[in-house]
């Protein structure tokens, strides 16, 4: 079934969208969920909230790809979760990692604490991504949205892993200096 079929079928308030959704897209986010909590009970909680998030934002949500947008549902649900579990301990683990390498980048806290402020942001980092050359702006993606750890990256671009650690450097130096000159300080 098509993508906008079953966004159809979410505006009819019909509840075989939601069969269609896990259909097609559990697999894809149930990976998402793991690569971020690494434990398979938590992951399927959160995909299986995922379905009712998407339930409840659509309609008035019309999103343009399902795919990334239940996607991008199950990975701040994961990421929820995971600070959850987390909050007291610190460190360990490649989500962490991932996590601690982007806290260089965000002005103050991680946690901004206004909305409009967020979209700012999110506005301003995906300026600063749309203008990195394709490999580079891939490679951030898969490391900090999927949290694709740099051996993966390195295997699927056929690259040393520690080339995948410069470049994601480099990315991060060059977003952090352009988040800079759009306001966005720590």
Request: net charge negative; hydrophobic share 30%; glycine share 4%.
């Amino acid at each position: 079934m098509e993508d906008r079929d079953i966004i159809l079928l979410y505006n009819q308030r019909d509840e075989s969208a939601i069969g269609a959704t896990m259909d097609k897209y559990e697999p894809y986010c149930t990976e998402i969920a793991l690569r971020i909590l690494h434990d398979r009970e938590d992951a399927t909680e959160c995909v299986n909230d995922t379905w009712l998030r998407t339930w409840n934002a659509i309609p008035p949500d019309q999103p343009h790809s399902l795919k990334l947008y239940v996607g991008k549902i199950t990975r701040n649900l994961s990421l929820d979760r995971y600070r959850s579990k987390h909050r007291e301990k610190r460190g360990g683990g490649s989500t962490a990692v991932c996590l601690e390498e982007l806290s260089e980048l965000l002005p103050g806290d991680s946690d901004v604490e206004r909305e409009w402020e967020r979209k700012e942001l999110a506005s301003a980092l995906n300026r600063c991504l749309r203008e990195l050359p394709e490999r580079e702006c891939n490679l951030f993606i898969r490391r900090y949205f999927y949290m694709a750890s740099t051996e993966e990256i390195a295997r699927l671009y056929h690259l040393k892993e520690s080339h995948v650690h410069v470049i994601l450097s480099r990315v991060r130096k060059k977003l952090k200096e352009r988040l800079e000159q759009e306001g966005f300080t720590r």
